[in-house]
């Protein structure tokens, strides 16, 4: 599976961006997706997931309500929608496939494709 994330940059505090994750190599149907991010000097963090369906979705505490998971699998893509910037929302985020699926799971390691991140600055 390779992955491509794109859609960051720079916004002020209270903004929107949508990033997007374009998936190729195996069917996109058939594996659950997430988004992590980074910052530097600290571990990977979990942000959403999304099910092979698009019907169940997850989020971290303190993007809920303001981030919004989805999927096409006719466009083999994954979004995030994130409004409501907050300058803390700055890192480098990263798509991910878990193609094994042993279960729901919010684990970096248990996720088994990266994409290359996609930097998101949120300025105050």
């Known amino acids: 599976v390779q992955l491509q994330a794109s859609g960051g940059g720079l916004v002020q505090a209270g903004g929107s961006l949508r990033l997007s994750c374009a998936a190729s190599?195996?069917?996109?149907?058939?594996?659950?997706m997430g988004w992590f991010r980074q910052v530097p000097g600290k571990e990977r963090e979990f942000v959403a997931r999304?099910?092979?369906?698009?019907?169940?979705?997850d989020y971290t505490d303190s993007v809920r309500g303001r981030f919004t998971v989805s999927r096409d699998n006719a466009k083999n893509t994954m979004y995030l929608q994130m409004n409501s910037l907050k300058p803390e929302d700055t890192a480098v985020y990263y798509c991910?496939?878990?193609?094994?699926?042993?279960?729901?799971?919010?684990?970096?390691?248990?996720?088994?494709?990266w994409g290359q991140g996609t930097l998101v600055t949120v300025s105050s």
């Open positions: 991910a496939a878990d193609v094994r699926g042993f279960m729901w799971t919010t684990n970096p390691q248990l996720f088994d494709f």
């Open positions: 190599g195996r069917t996109f149907s058939s594996y659950d």
């Open positions: 999304v099910s092979r369906t698009g019907a169940r979705t």
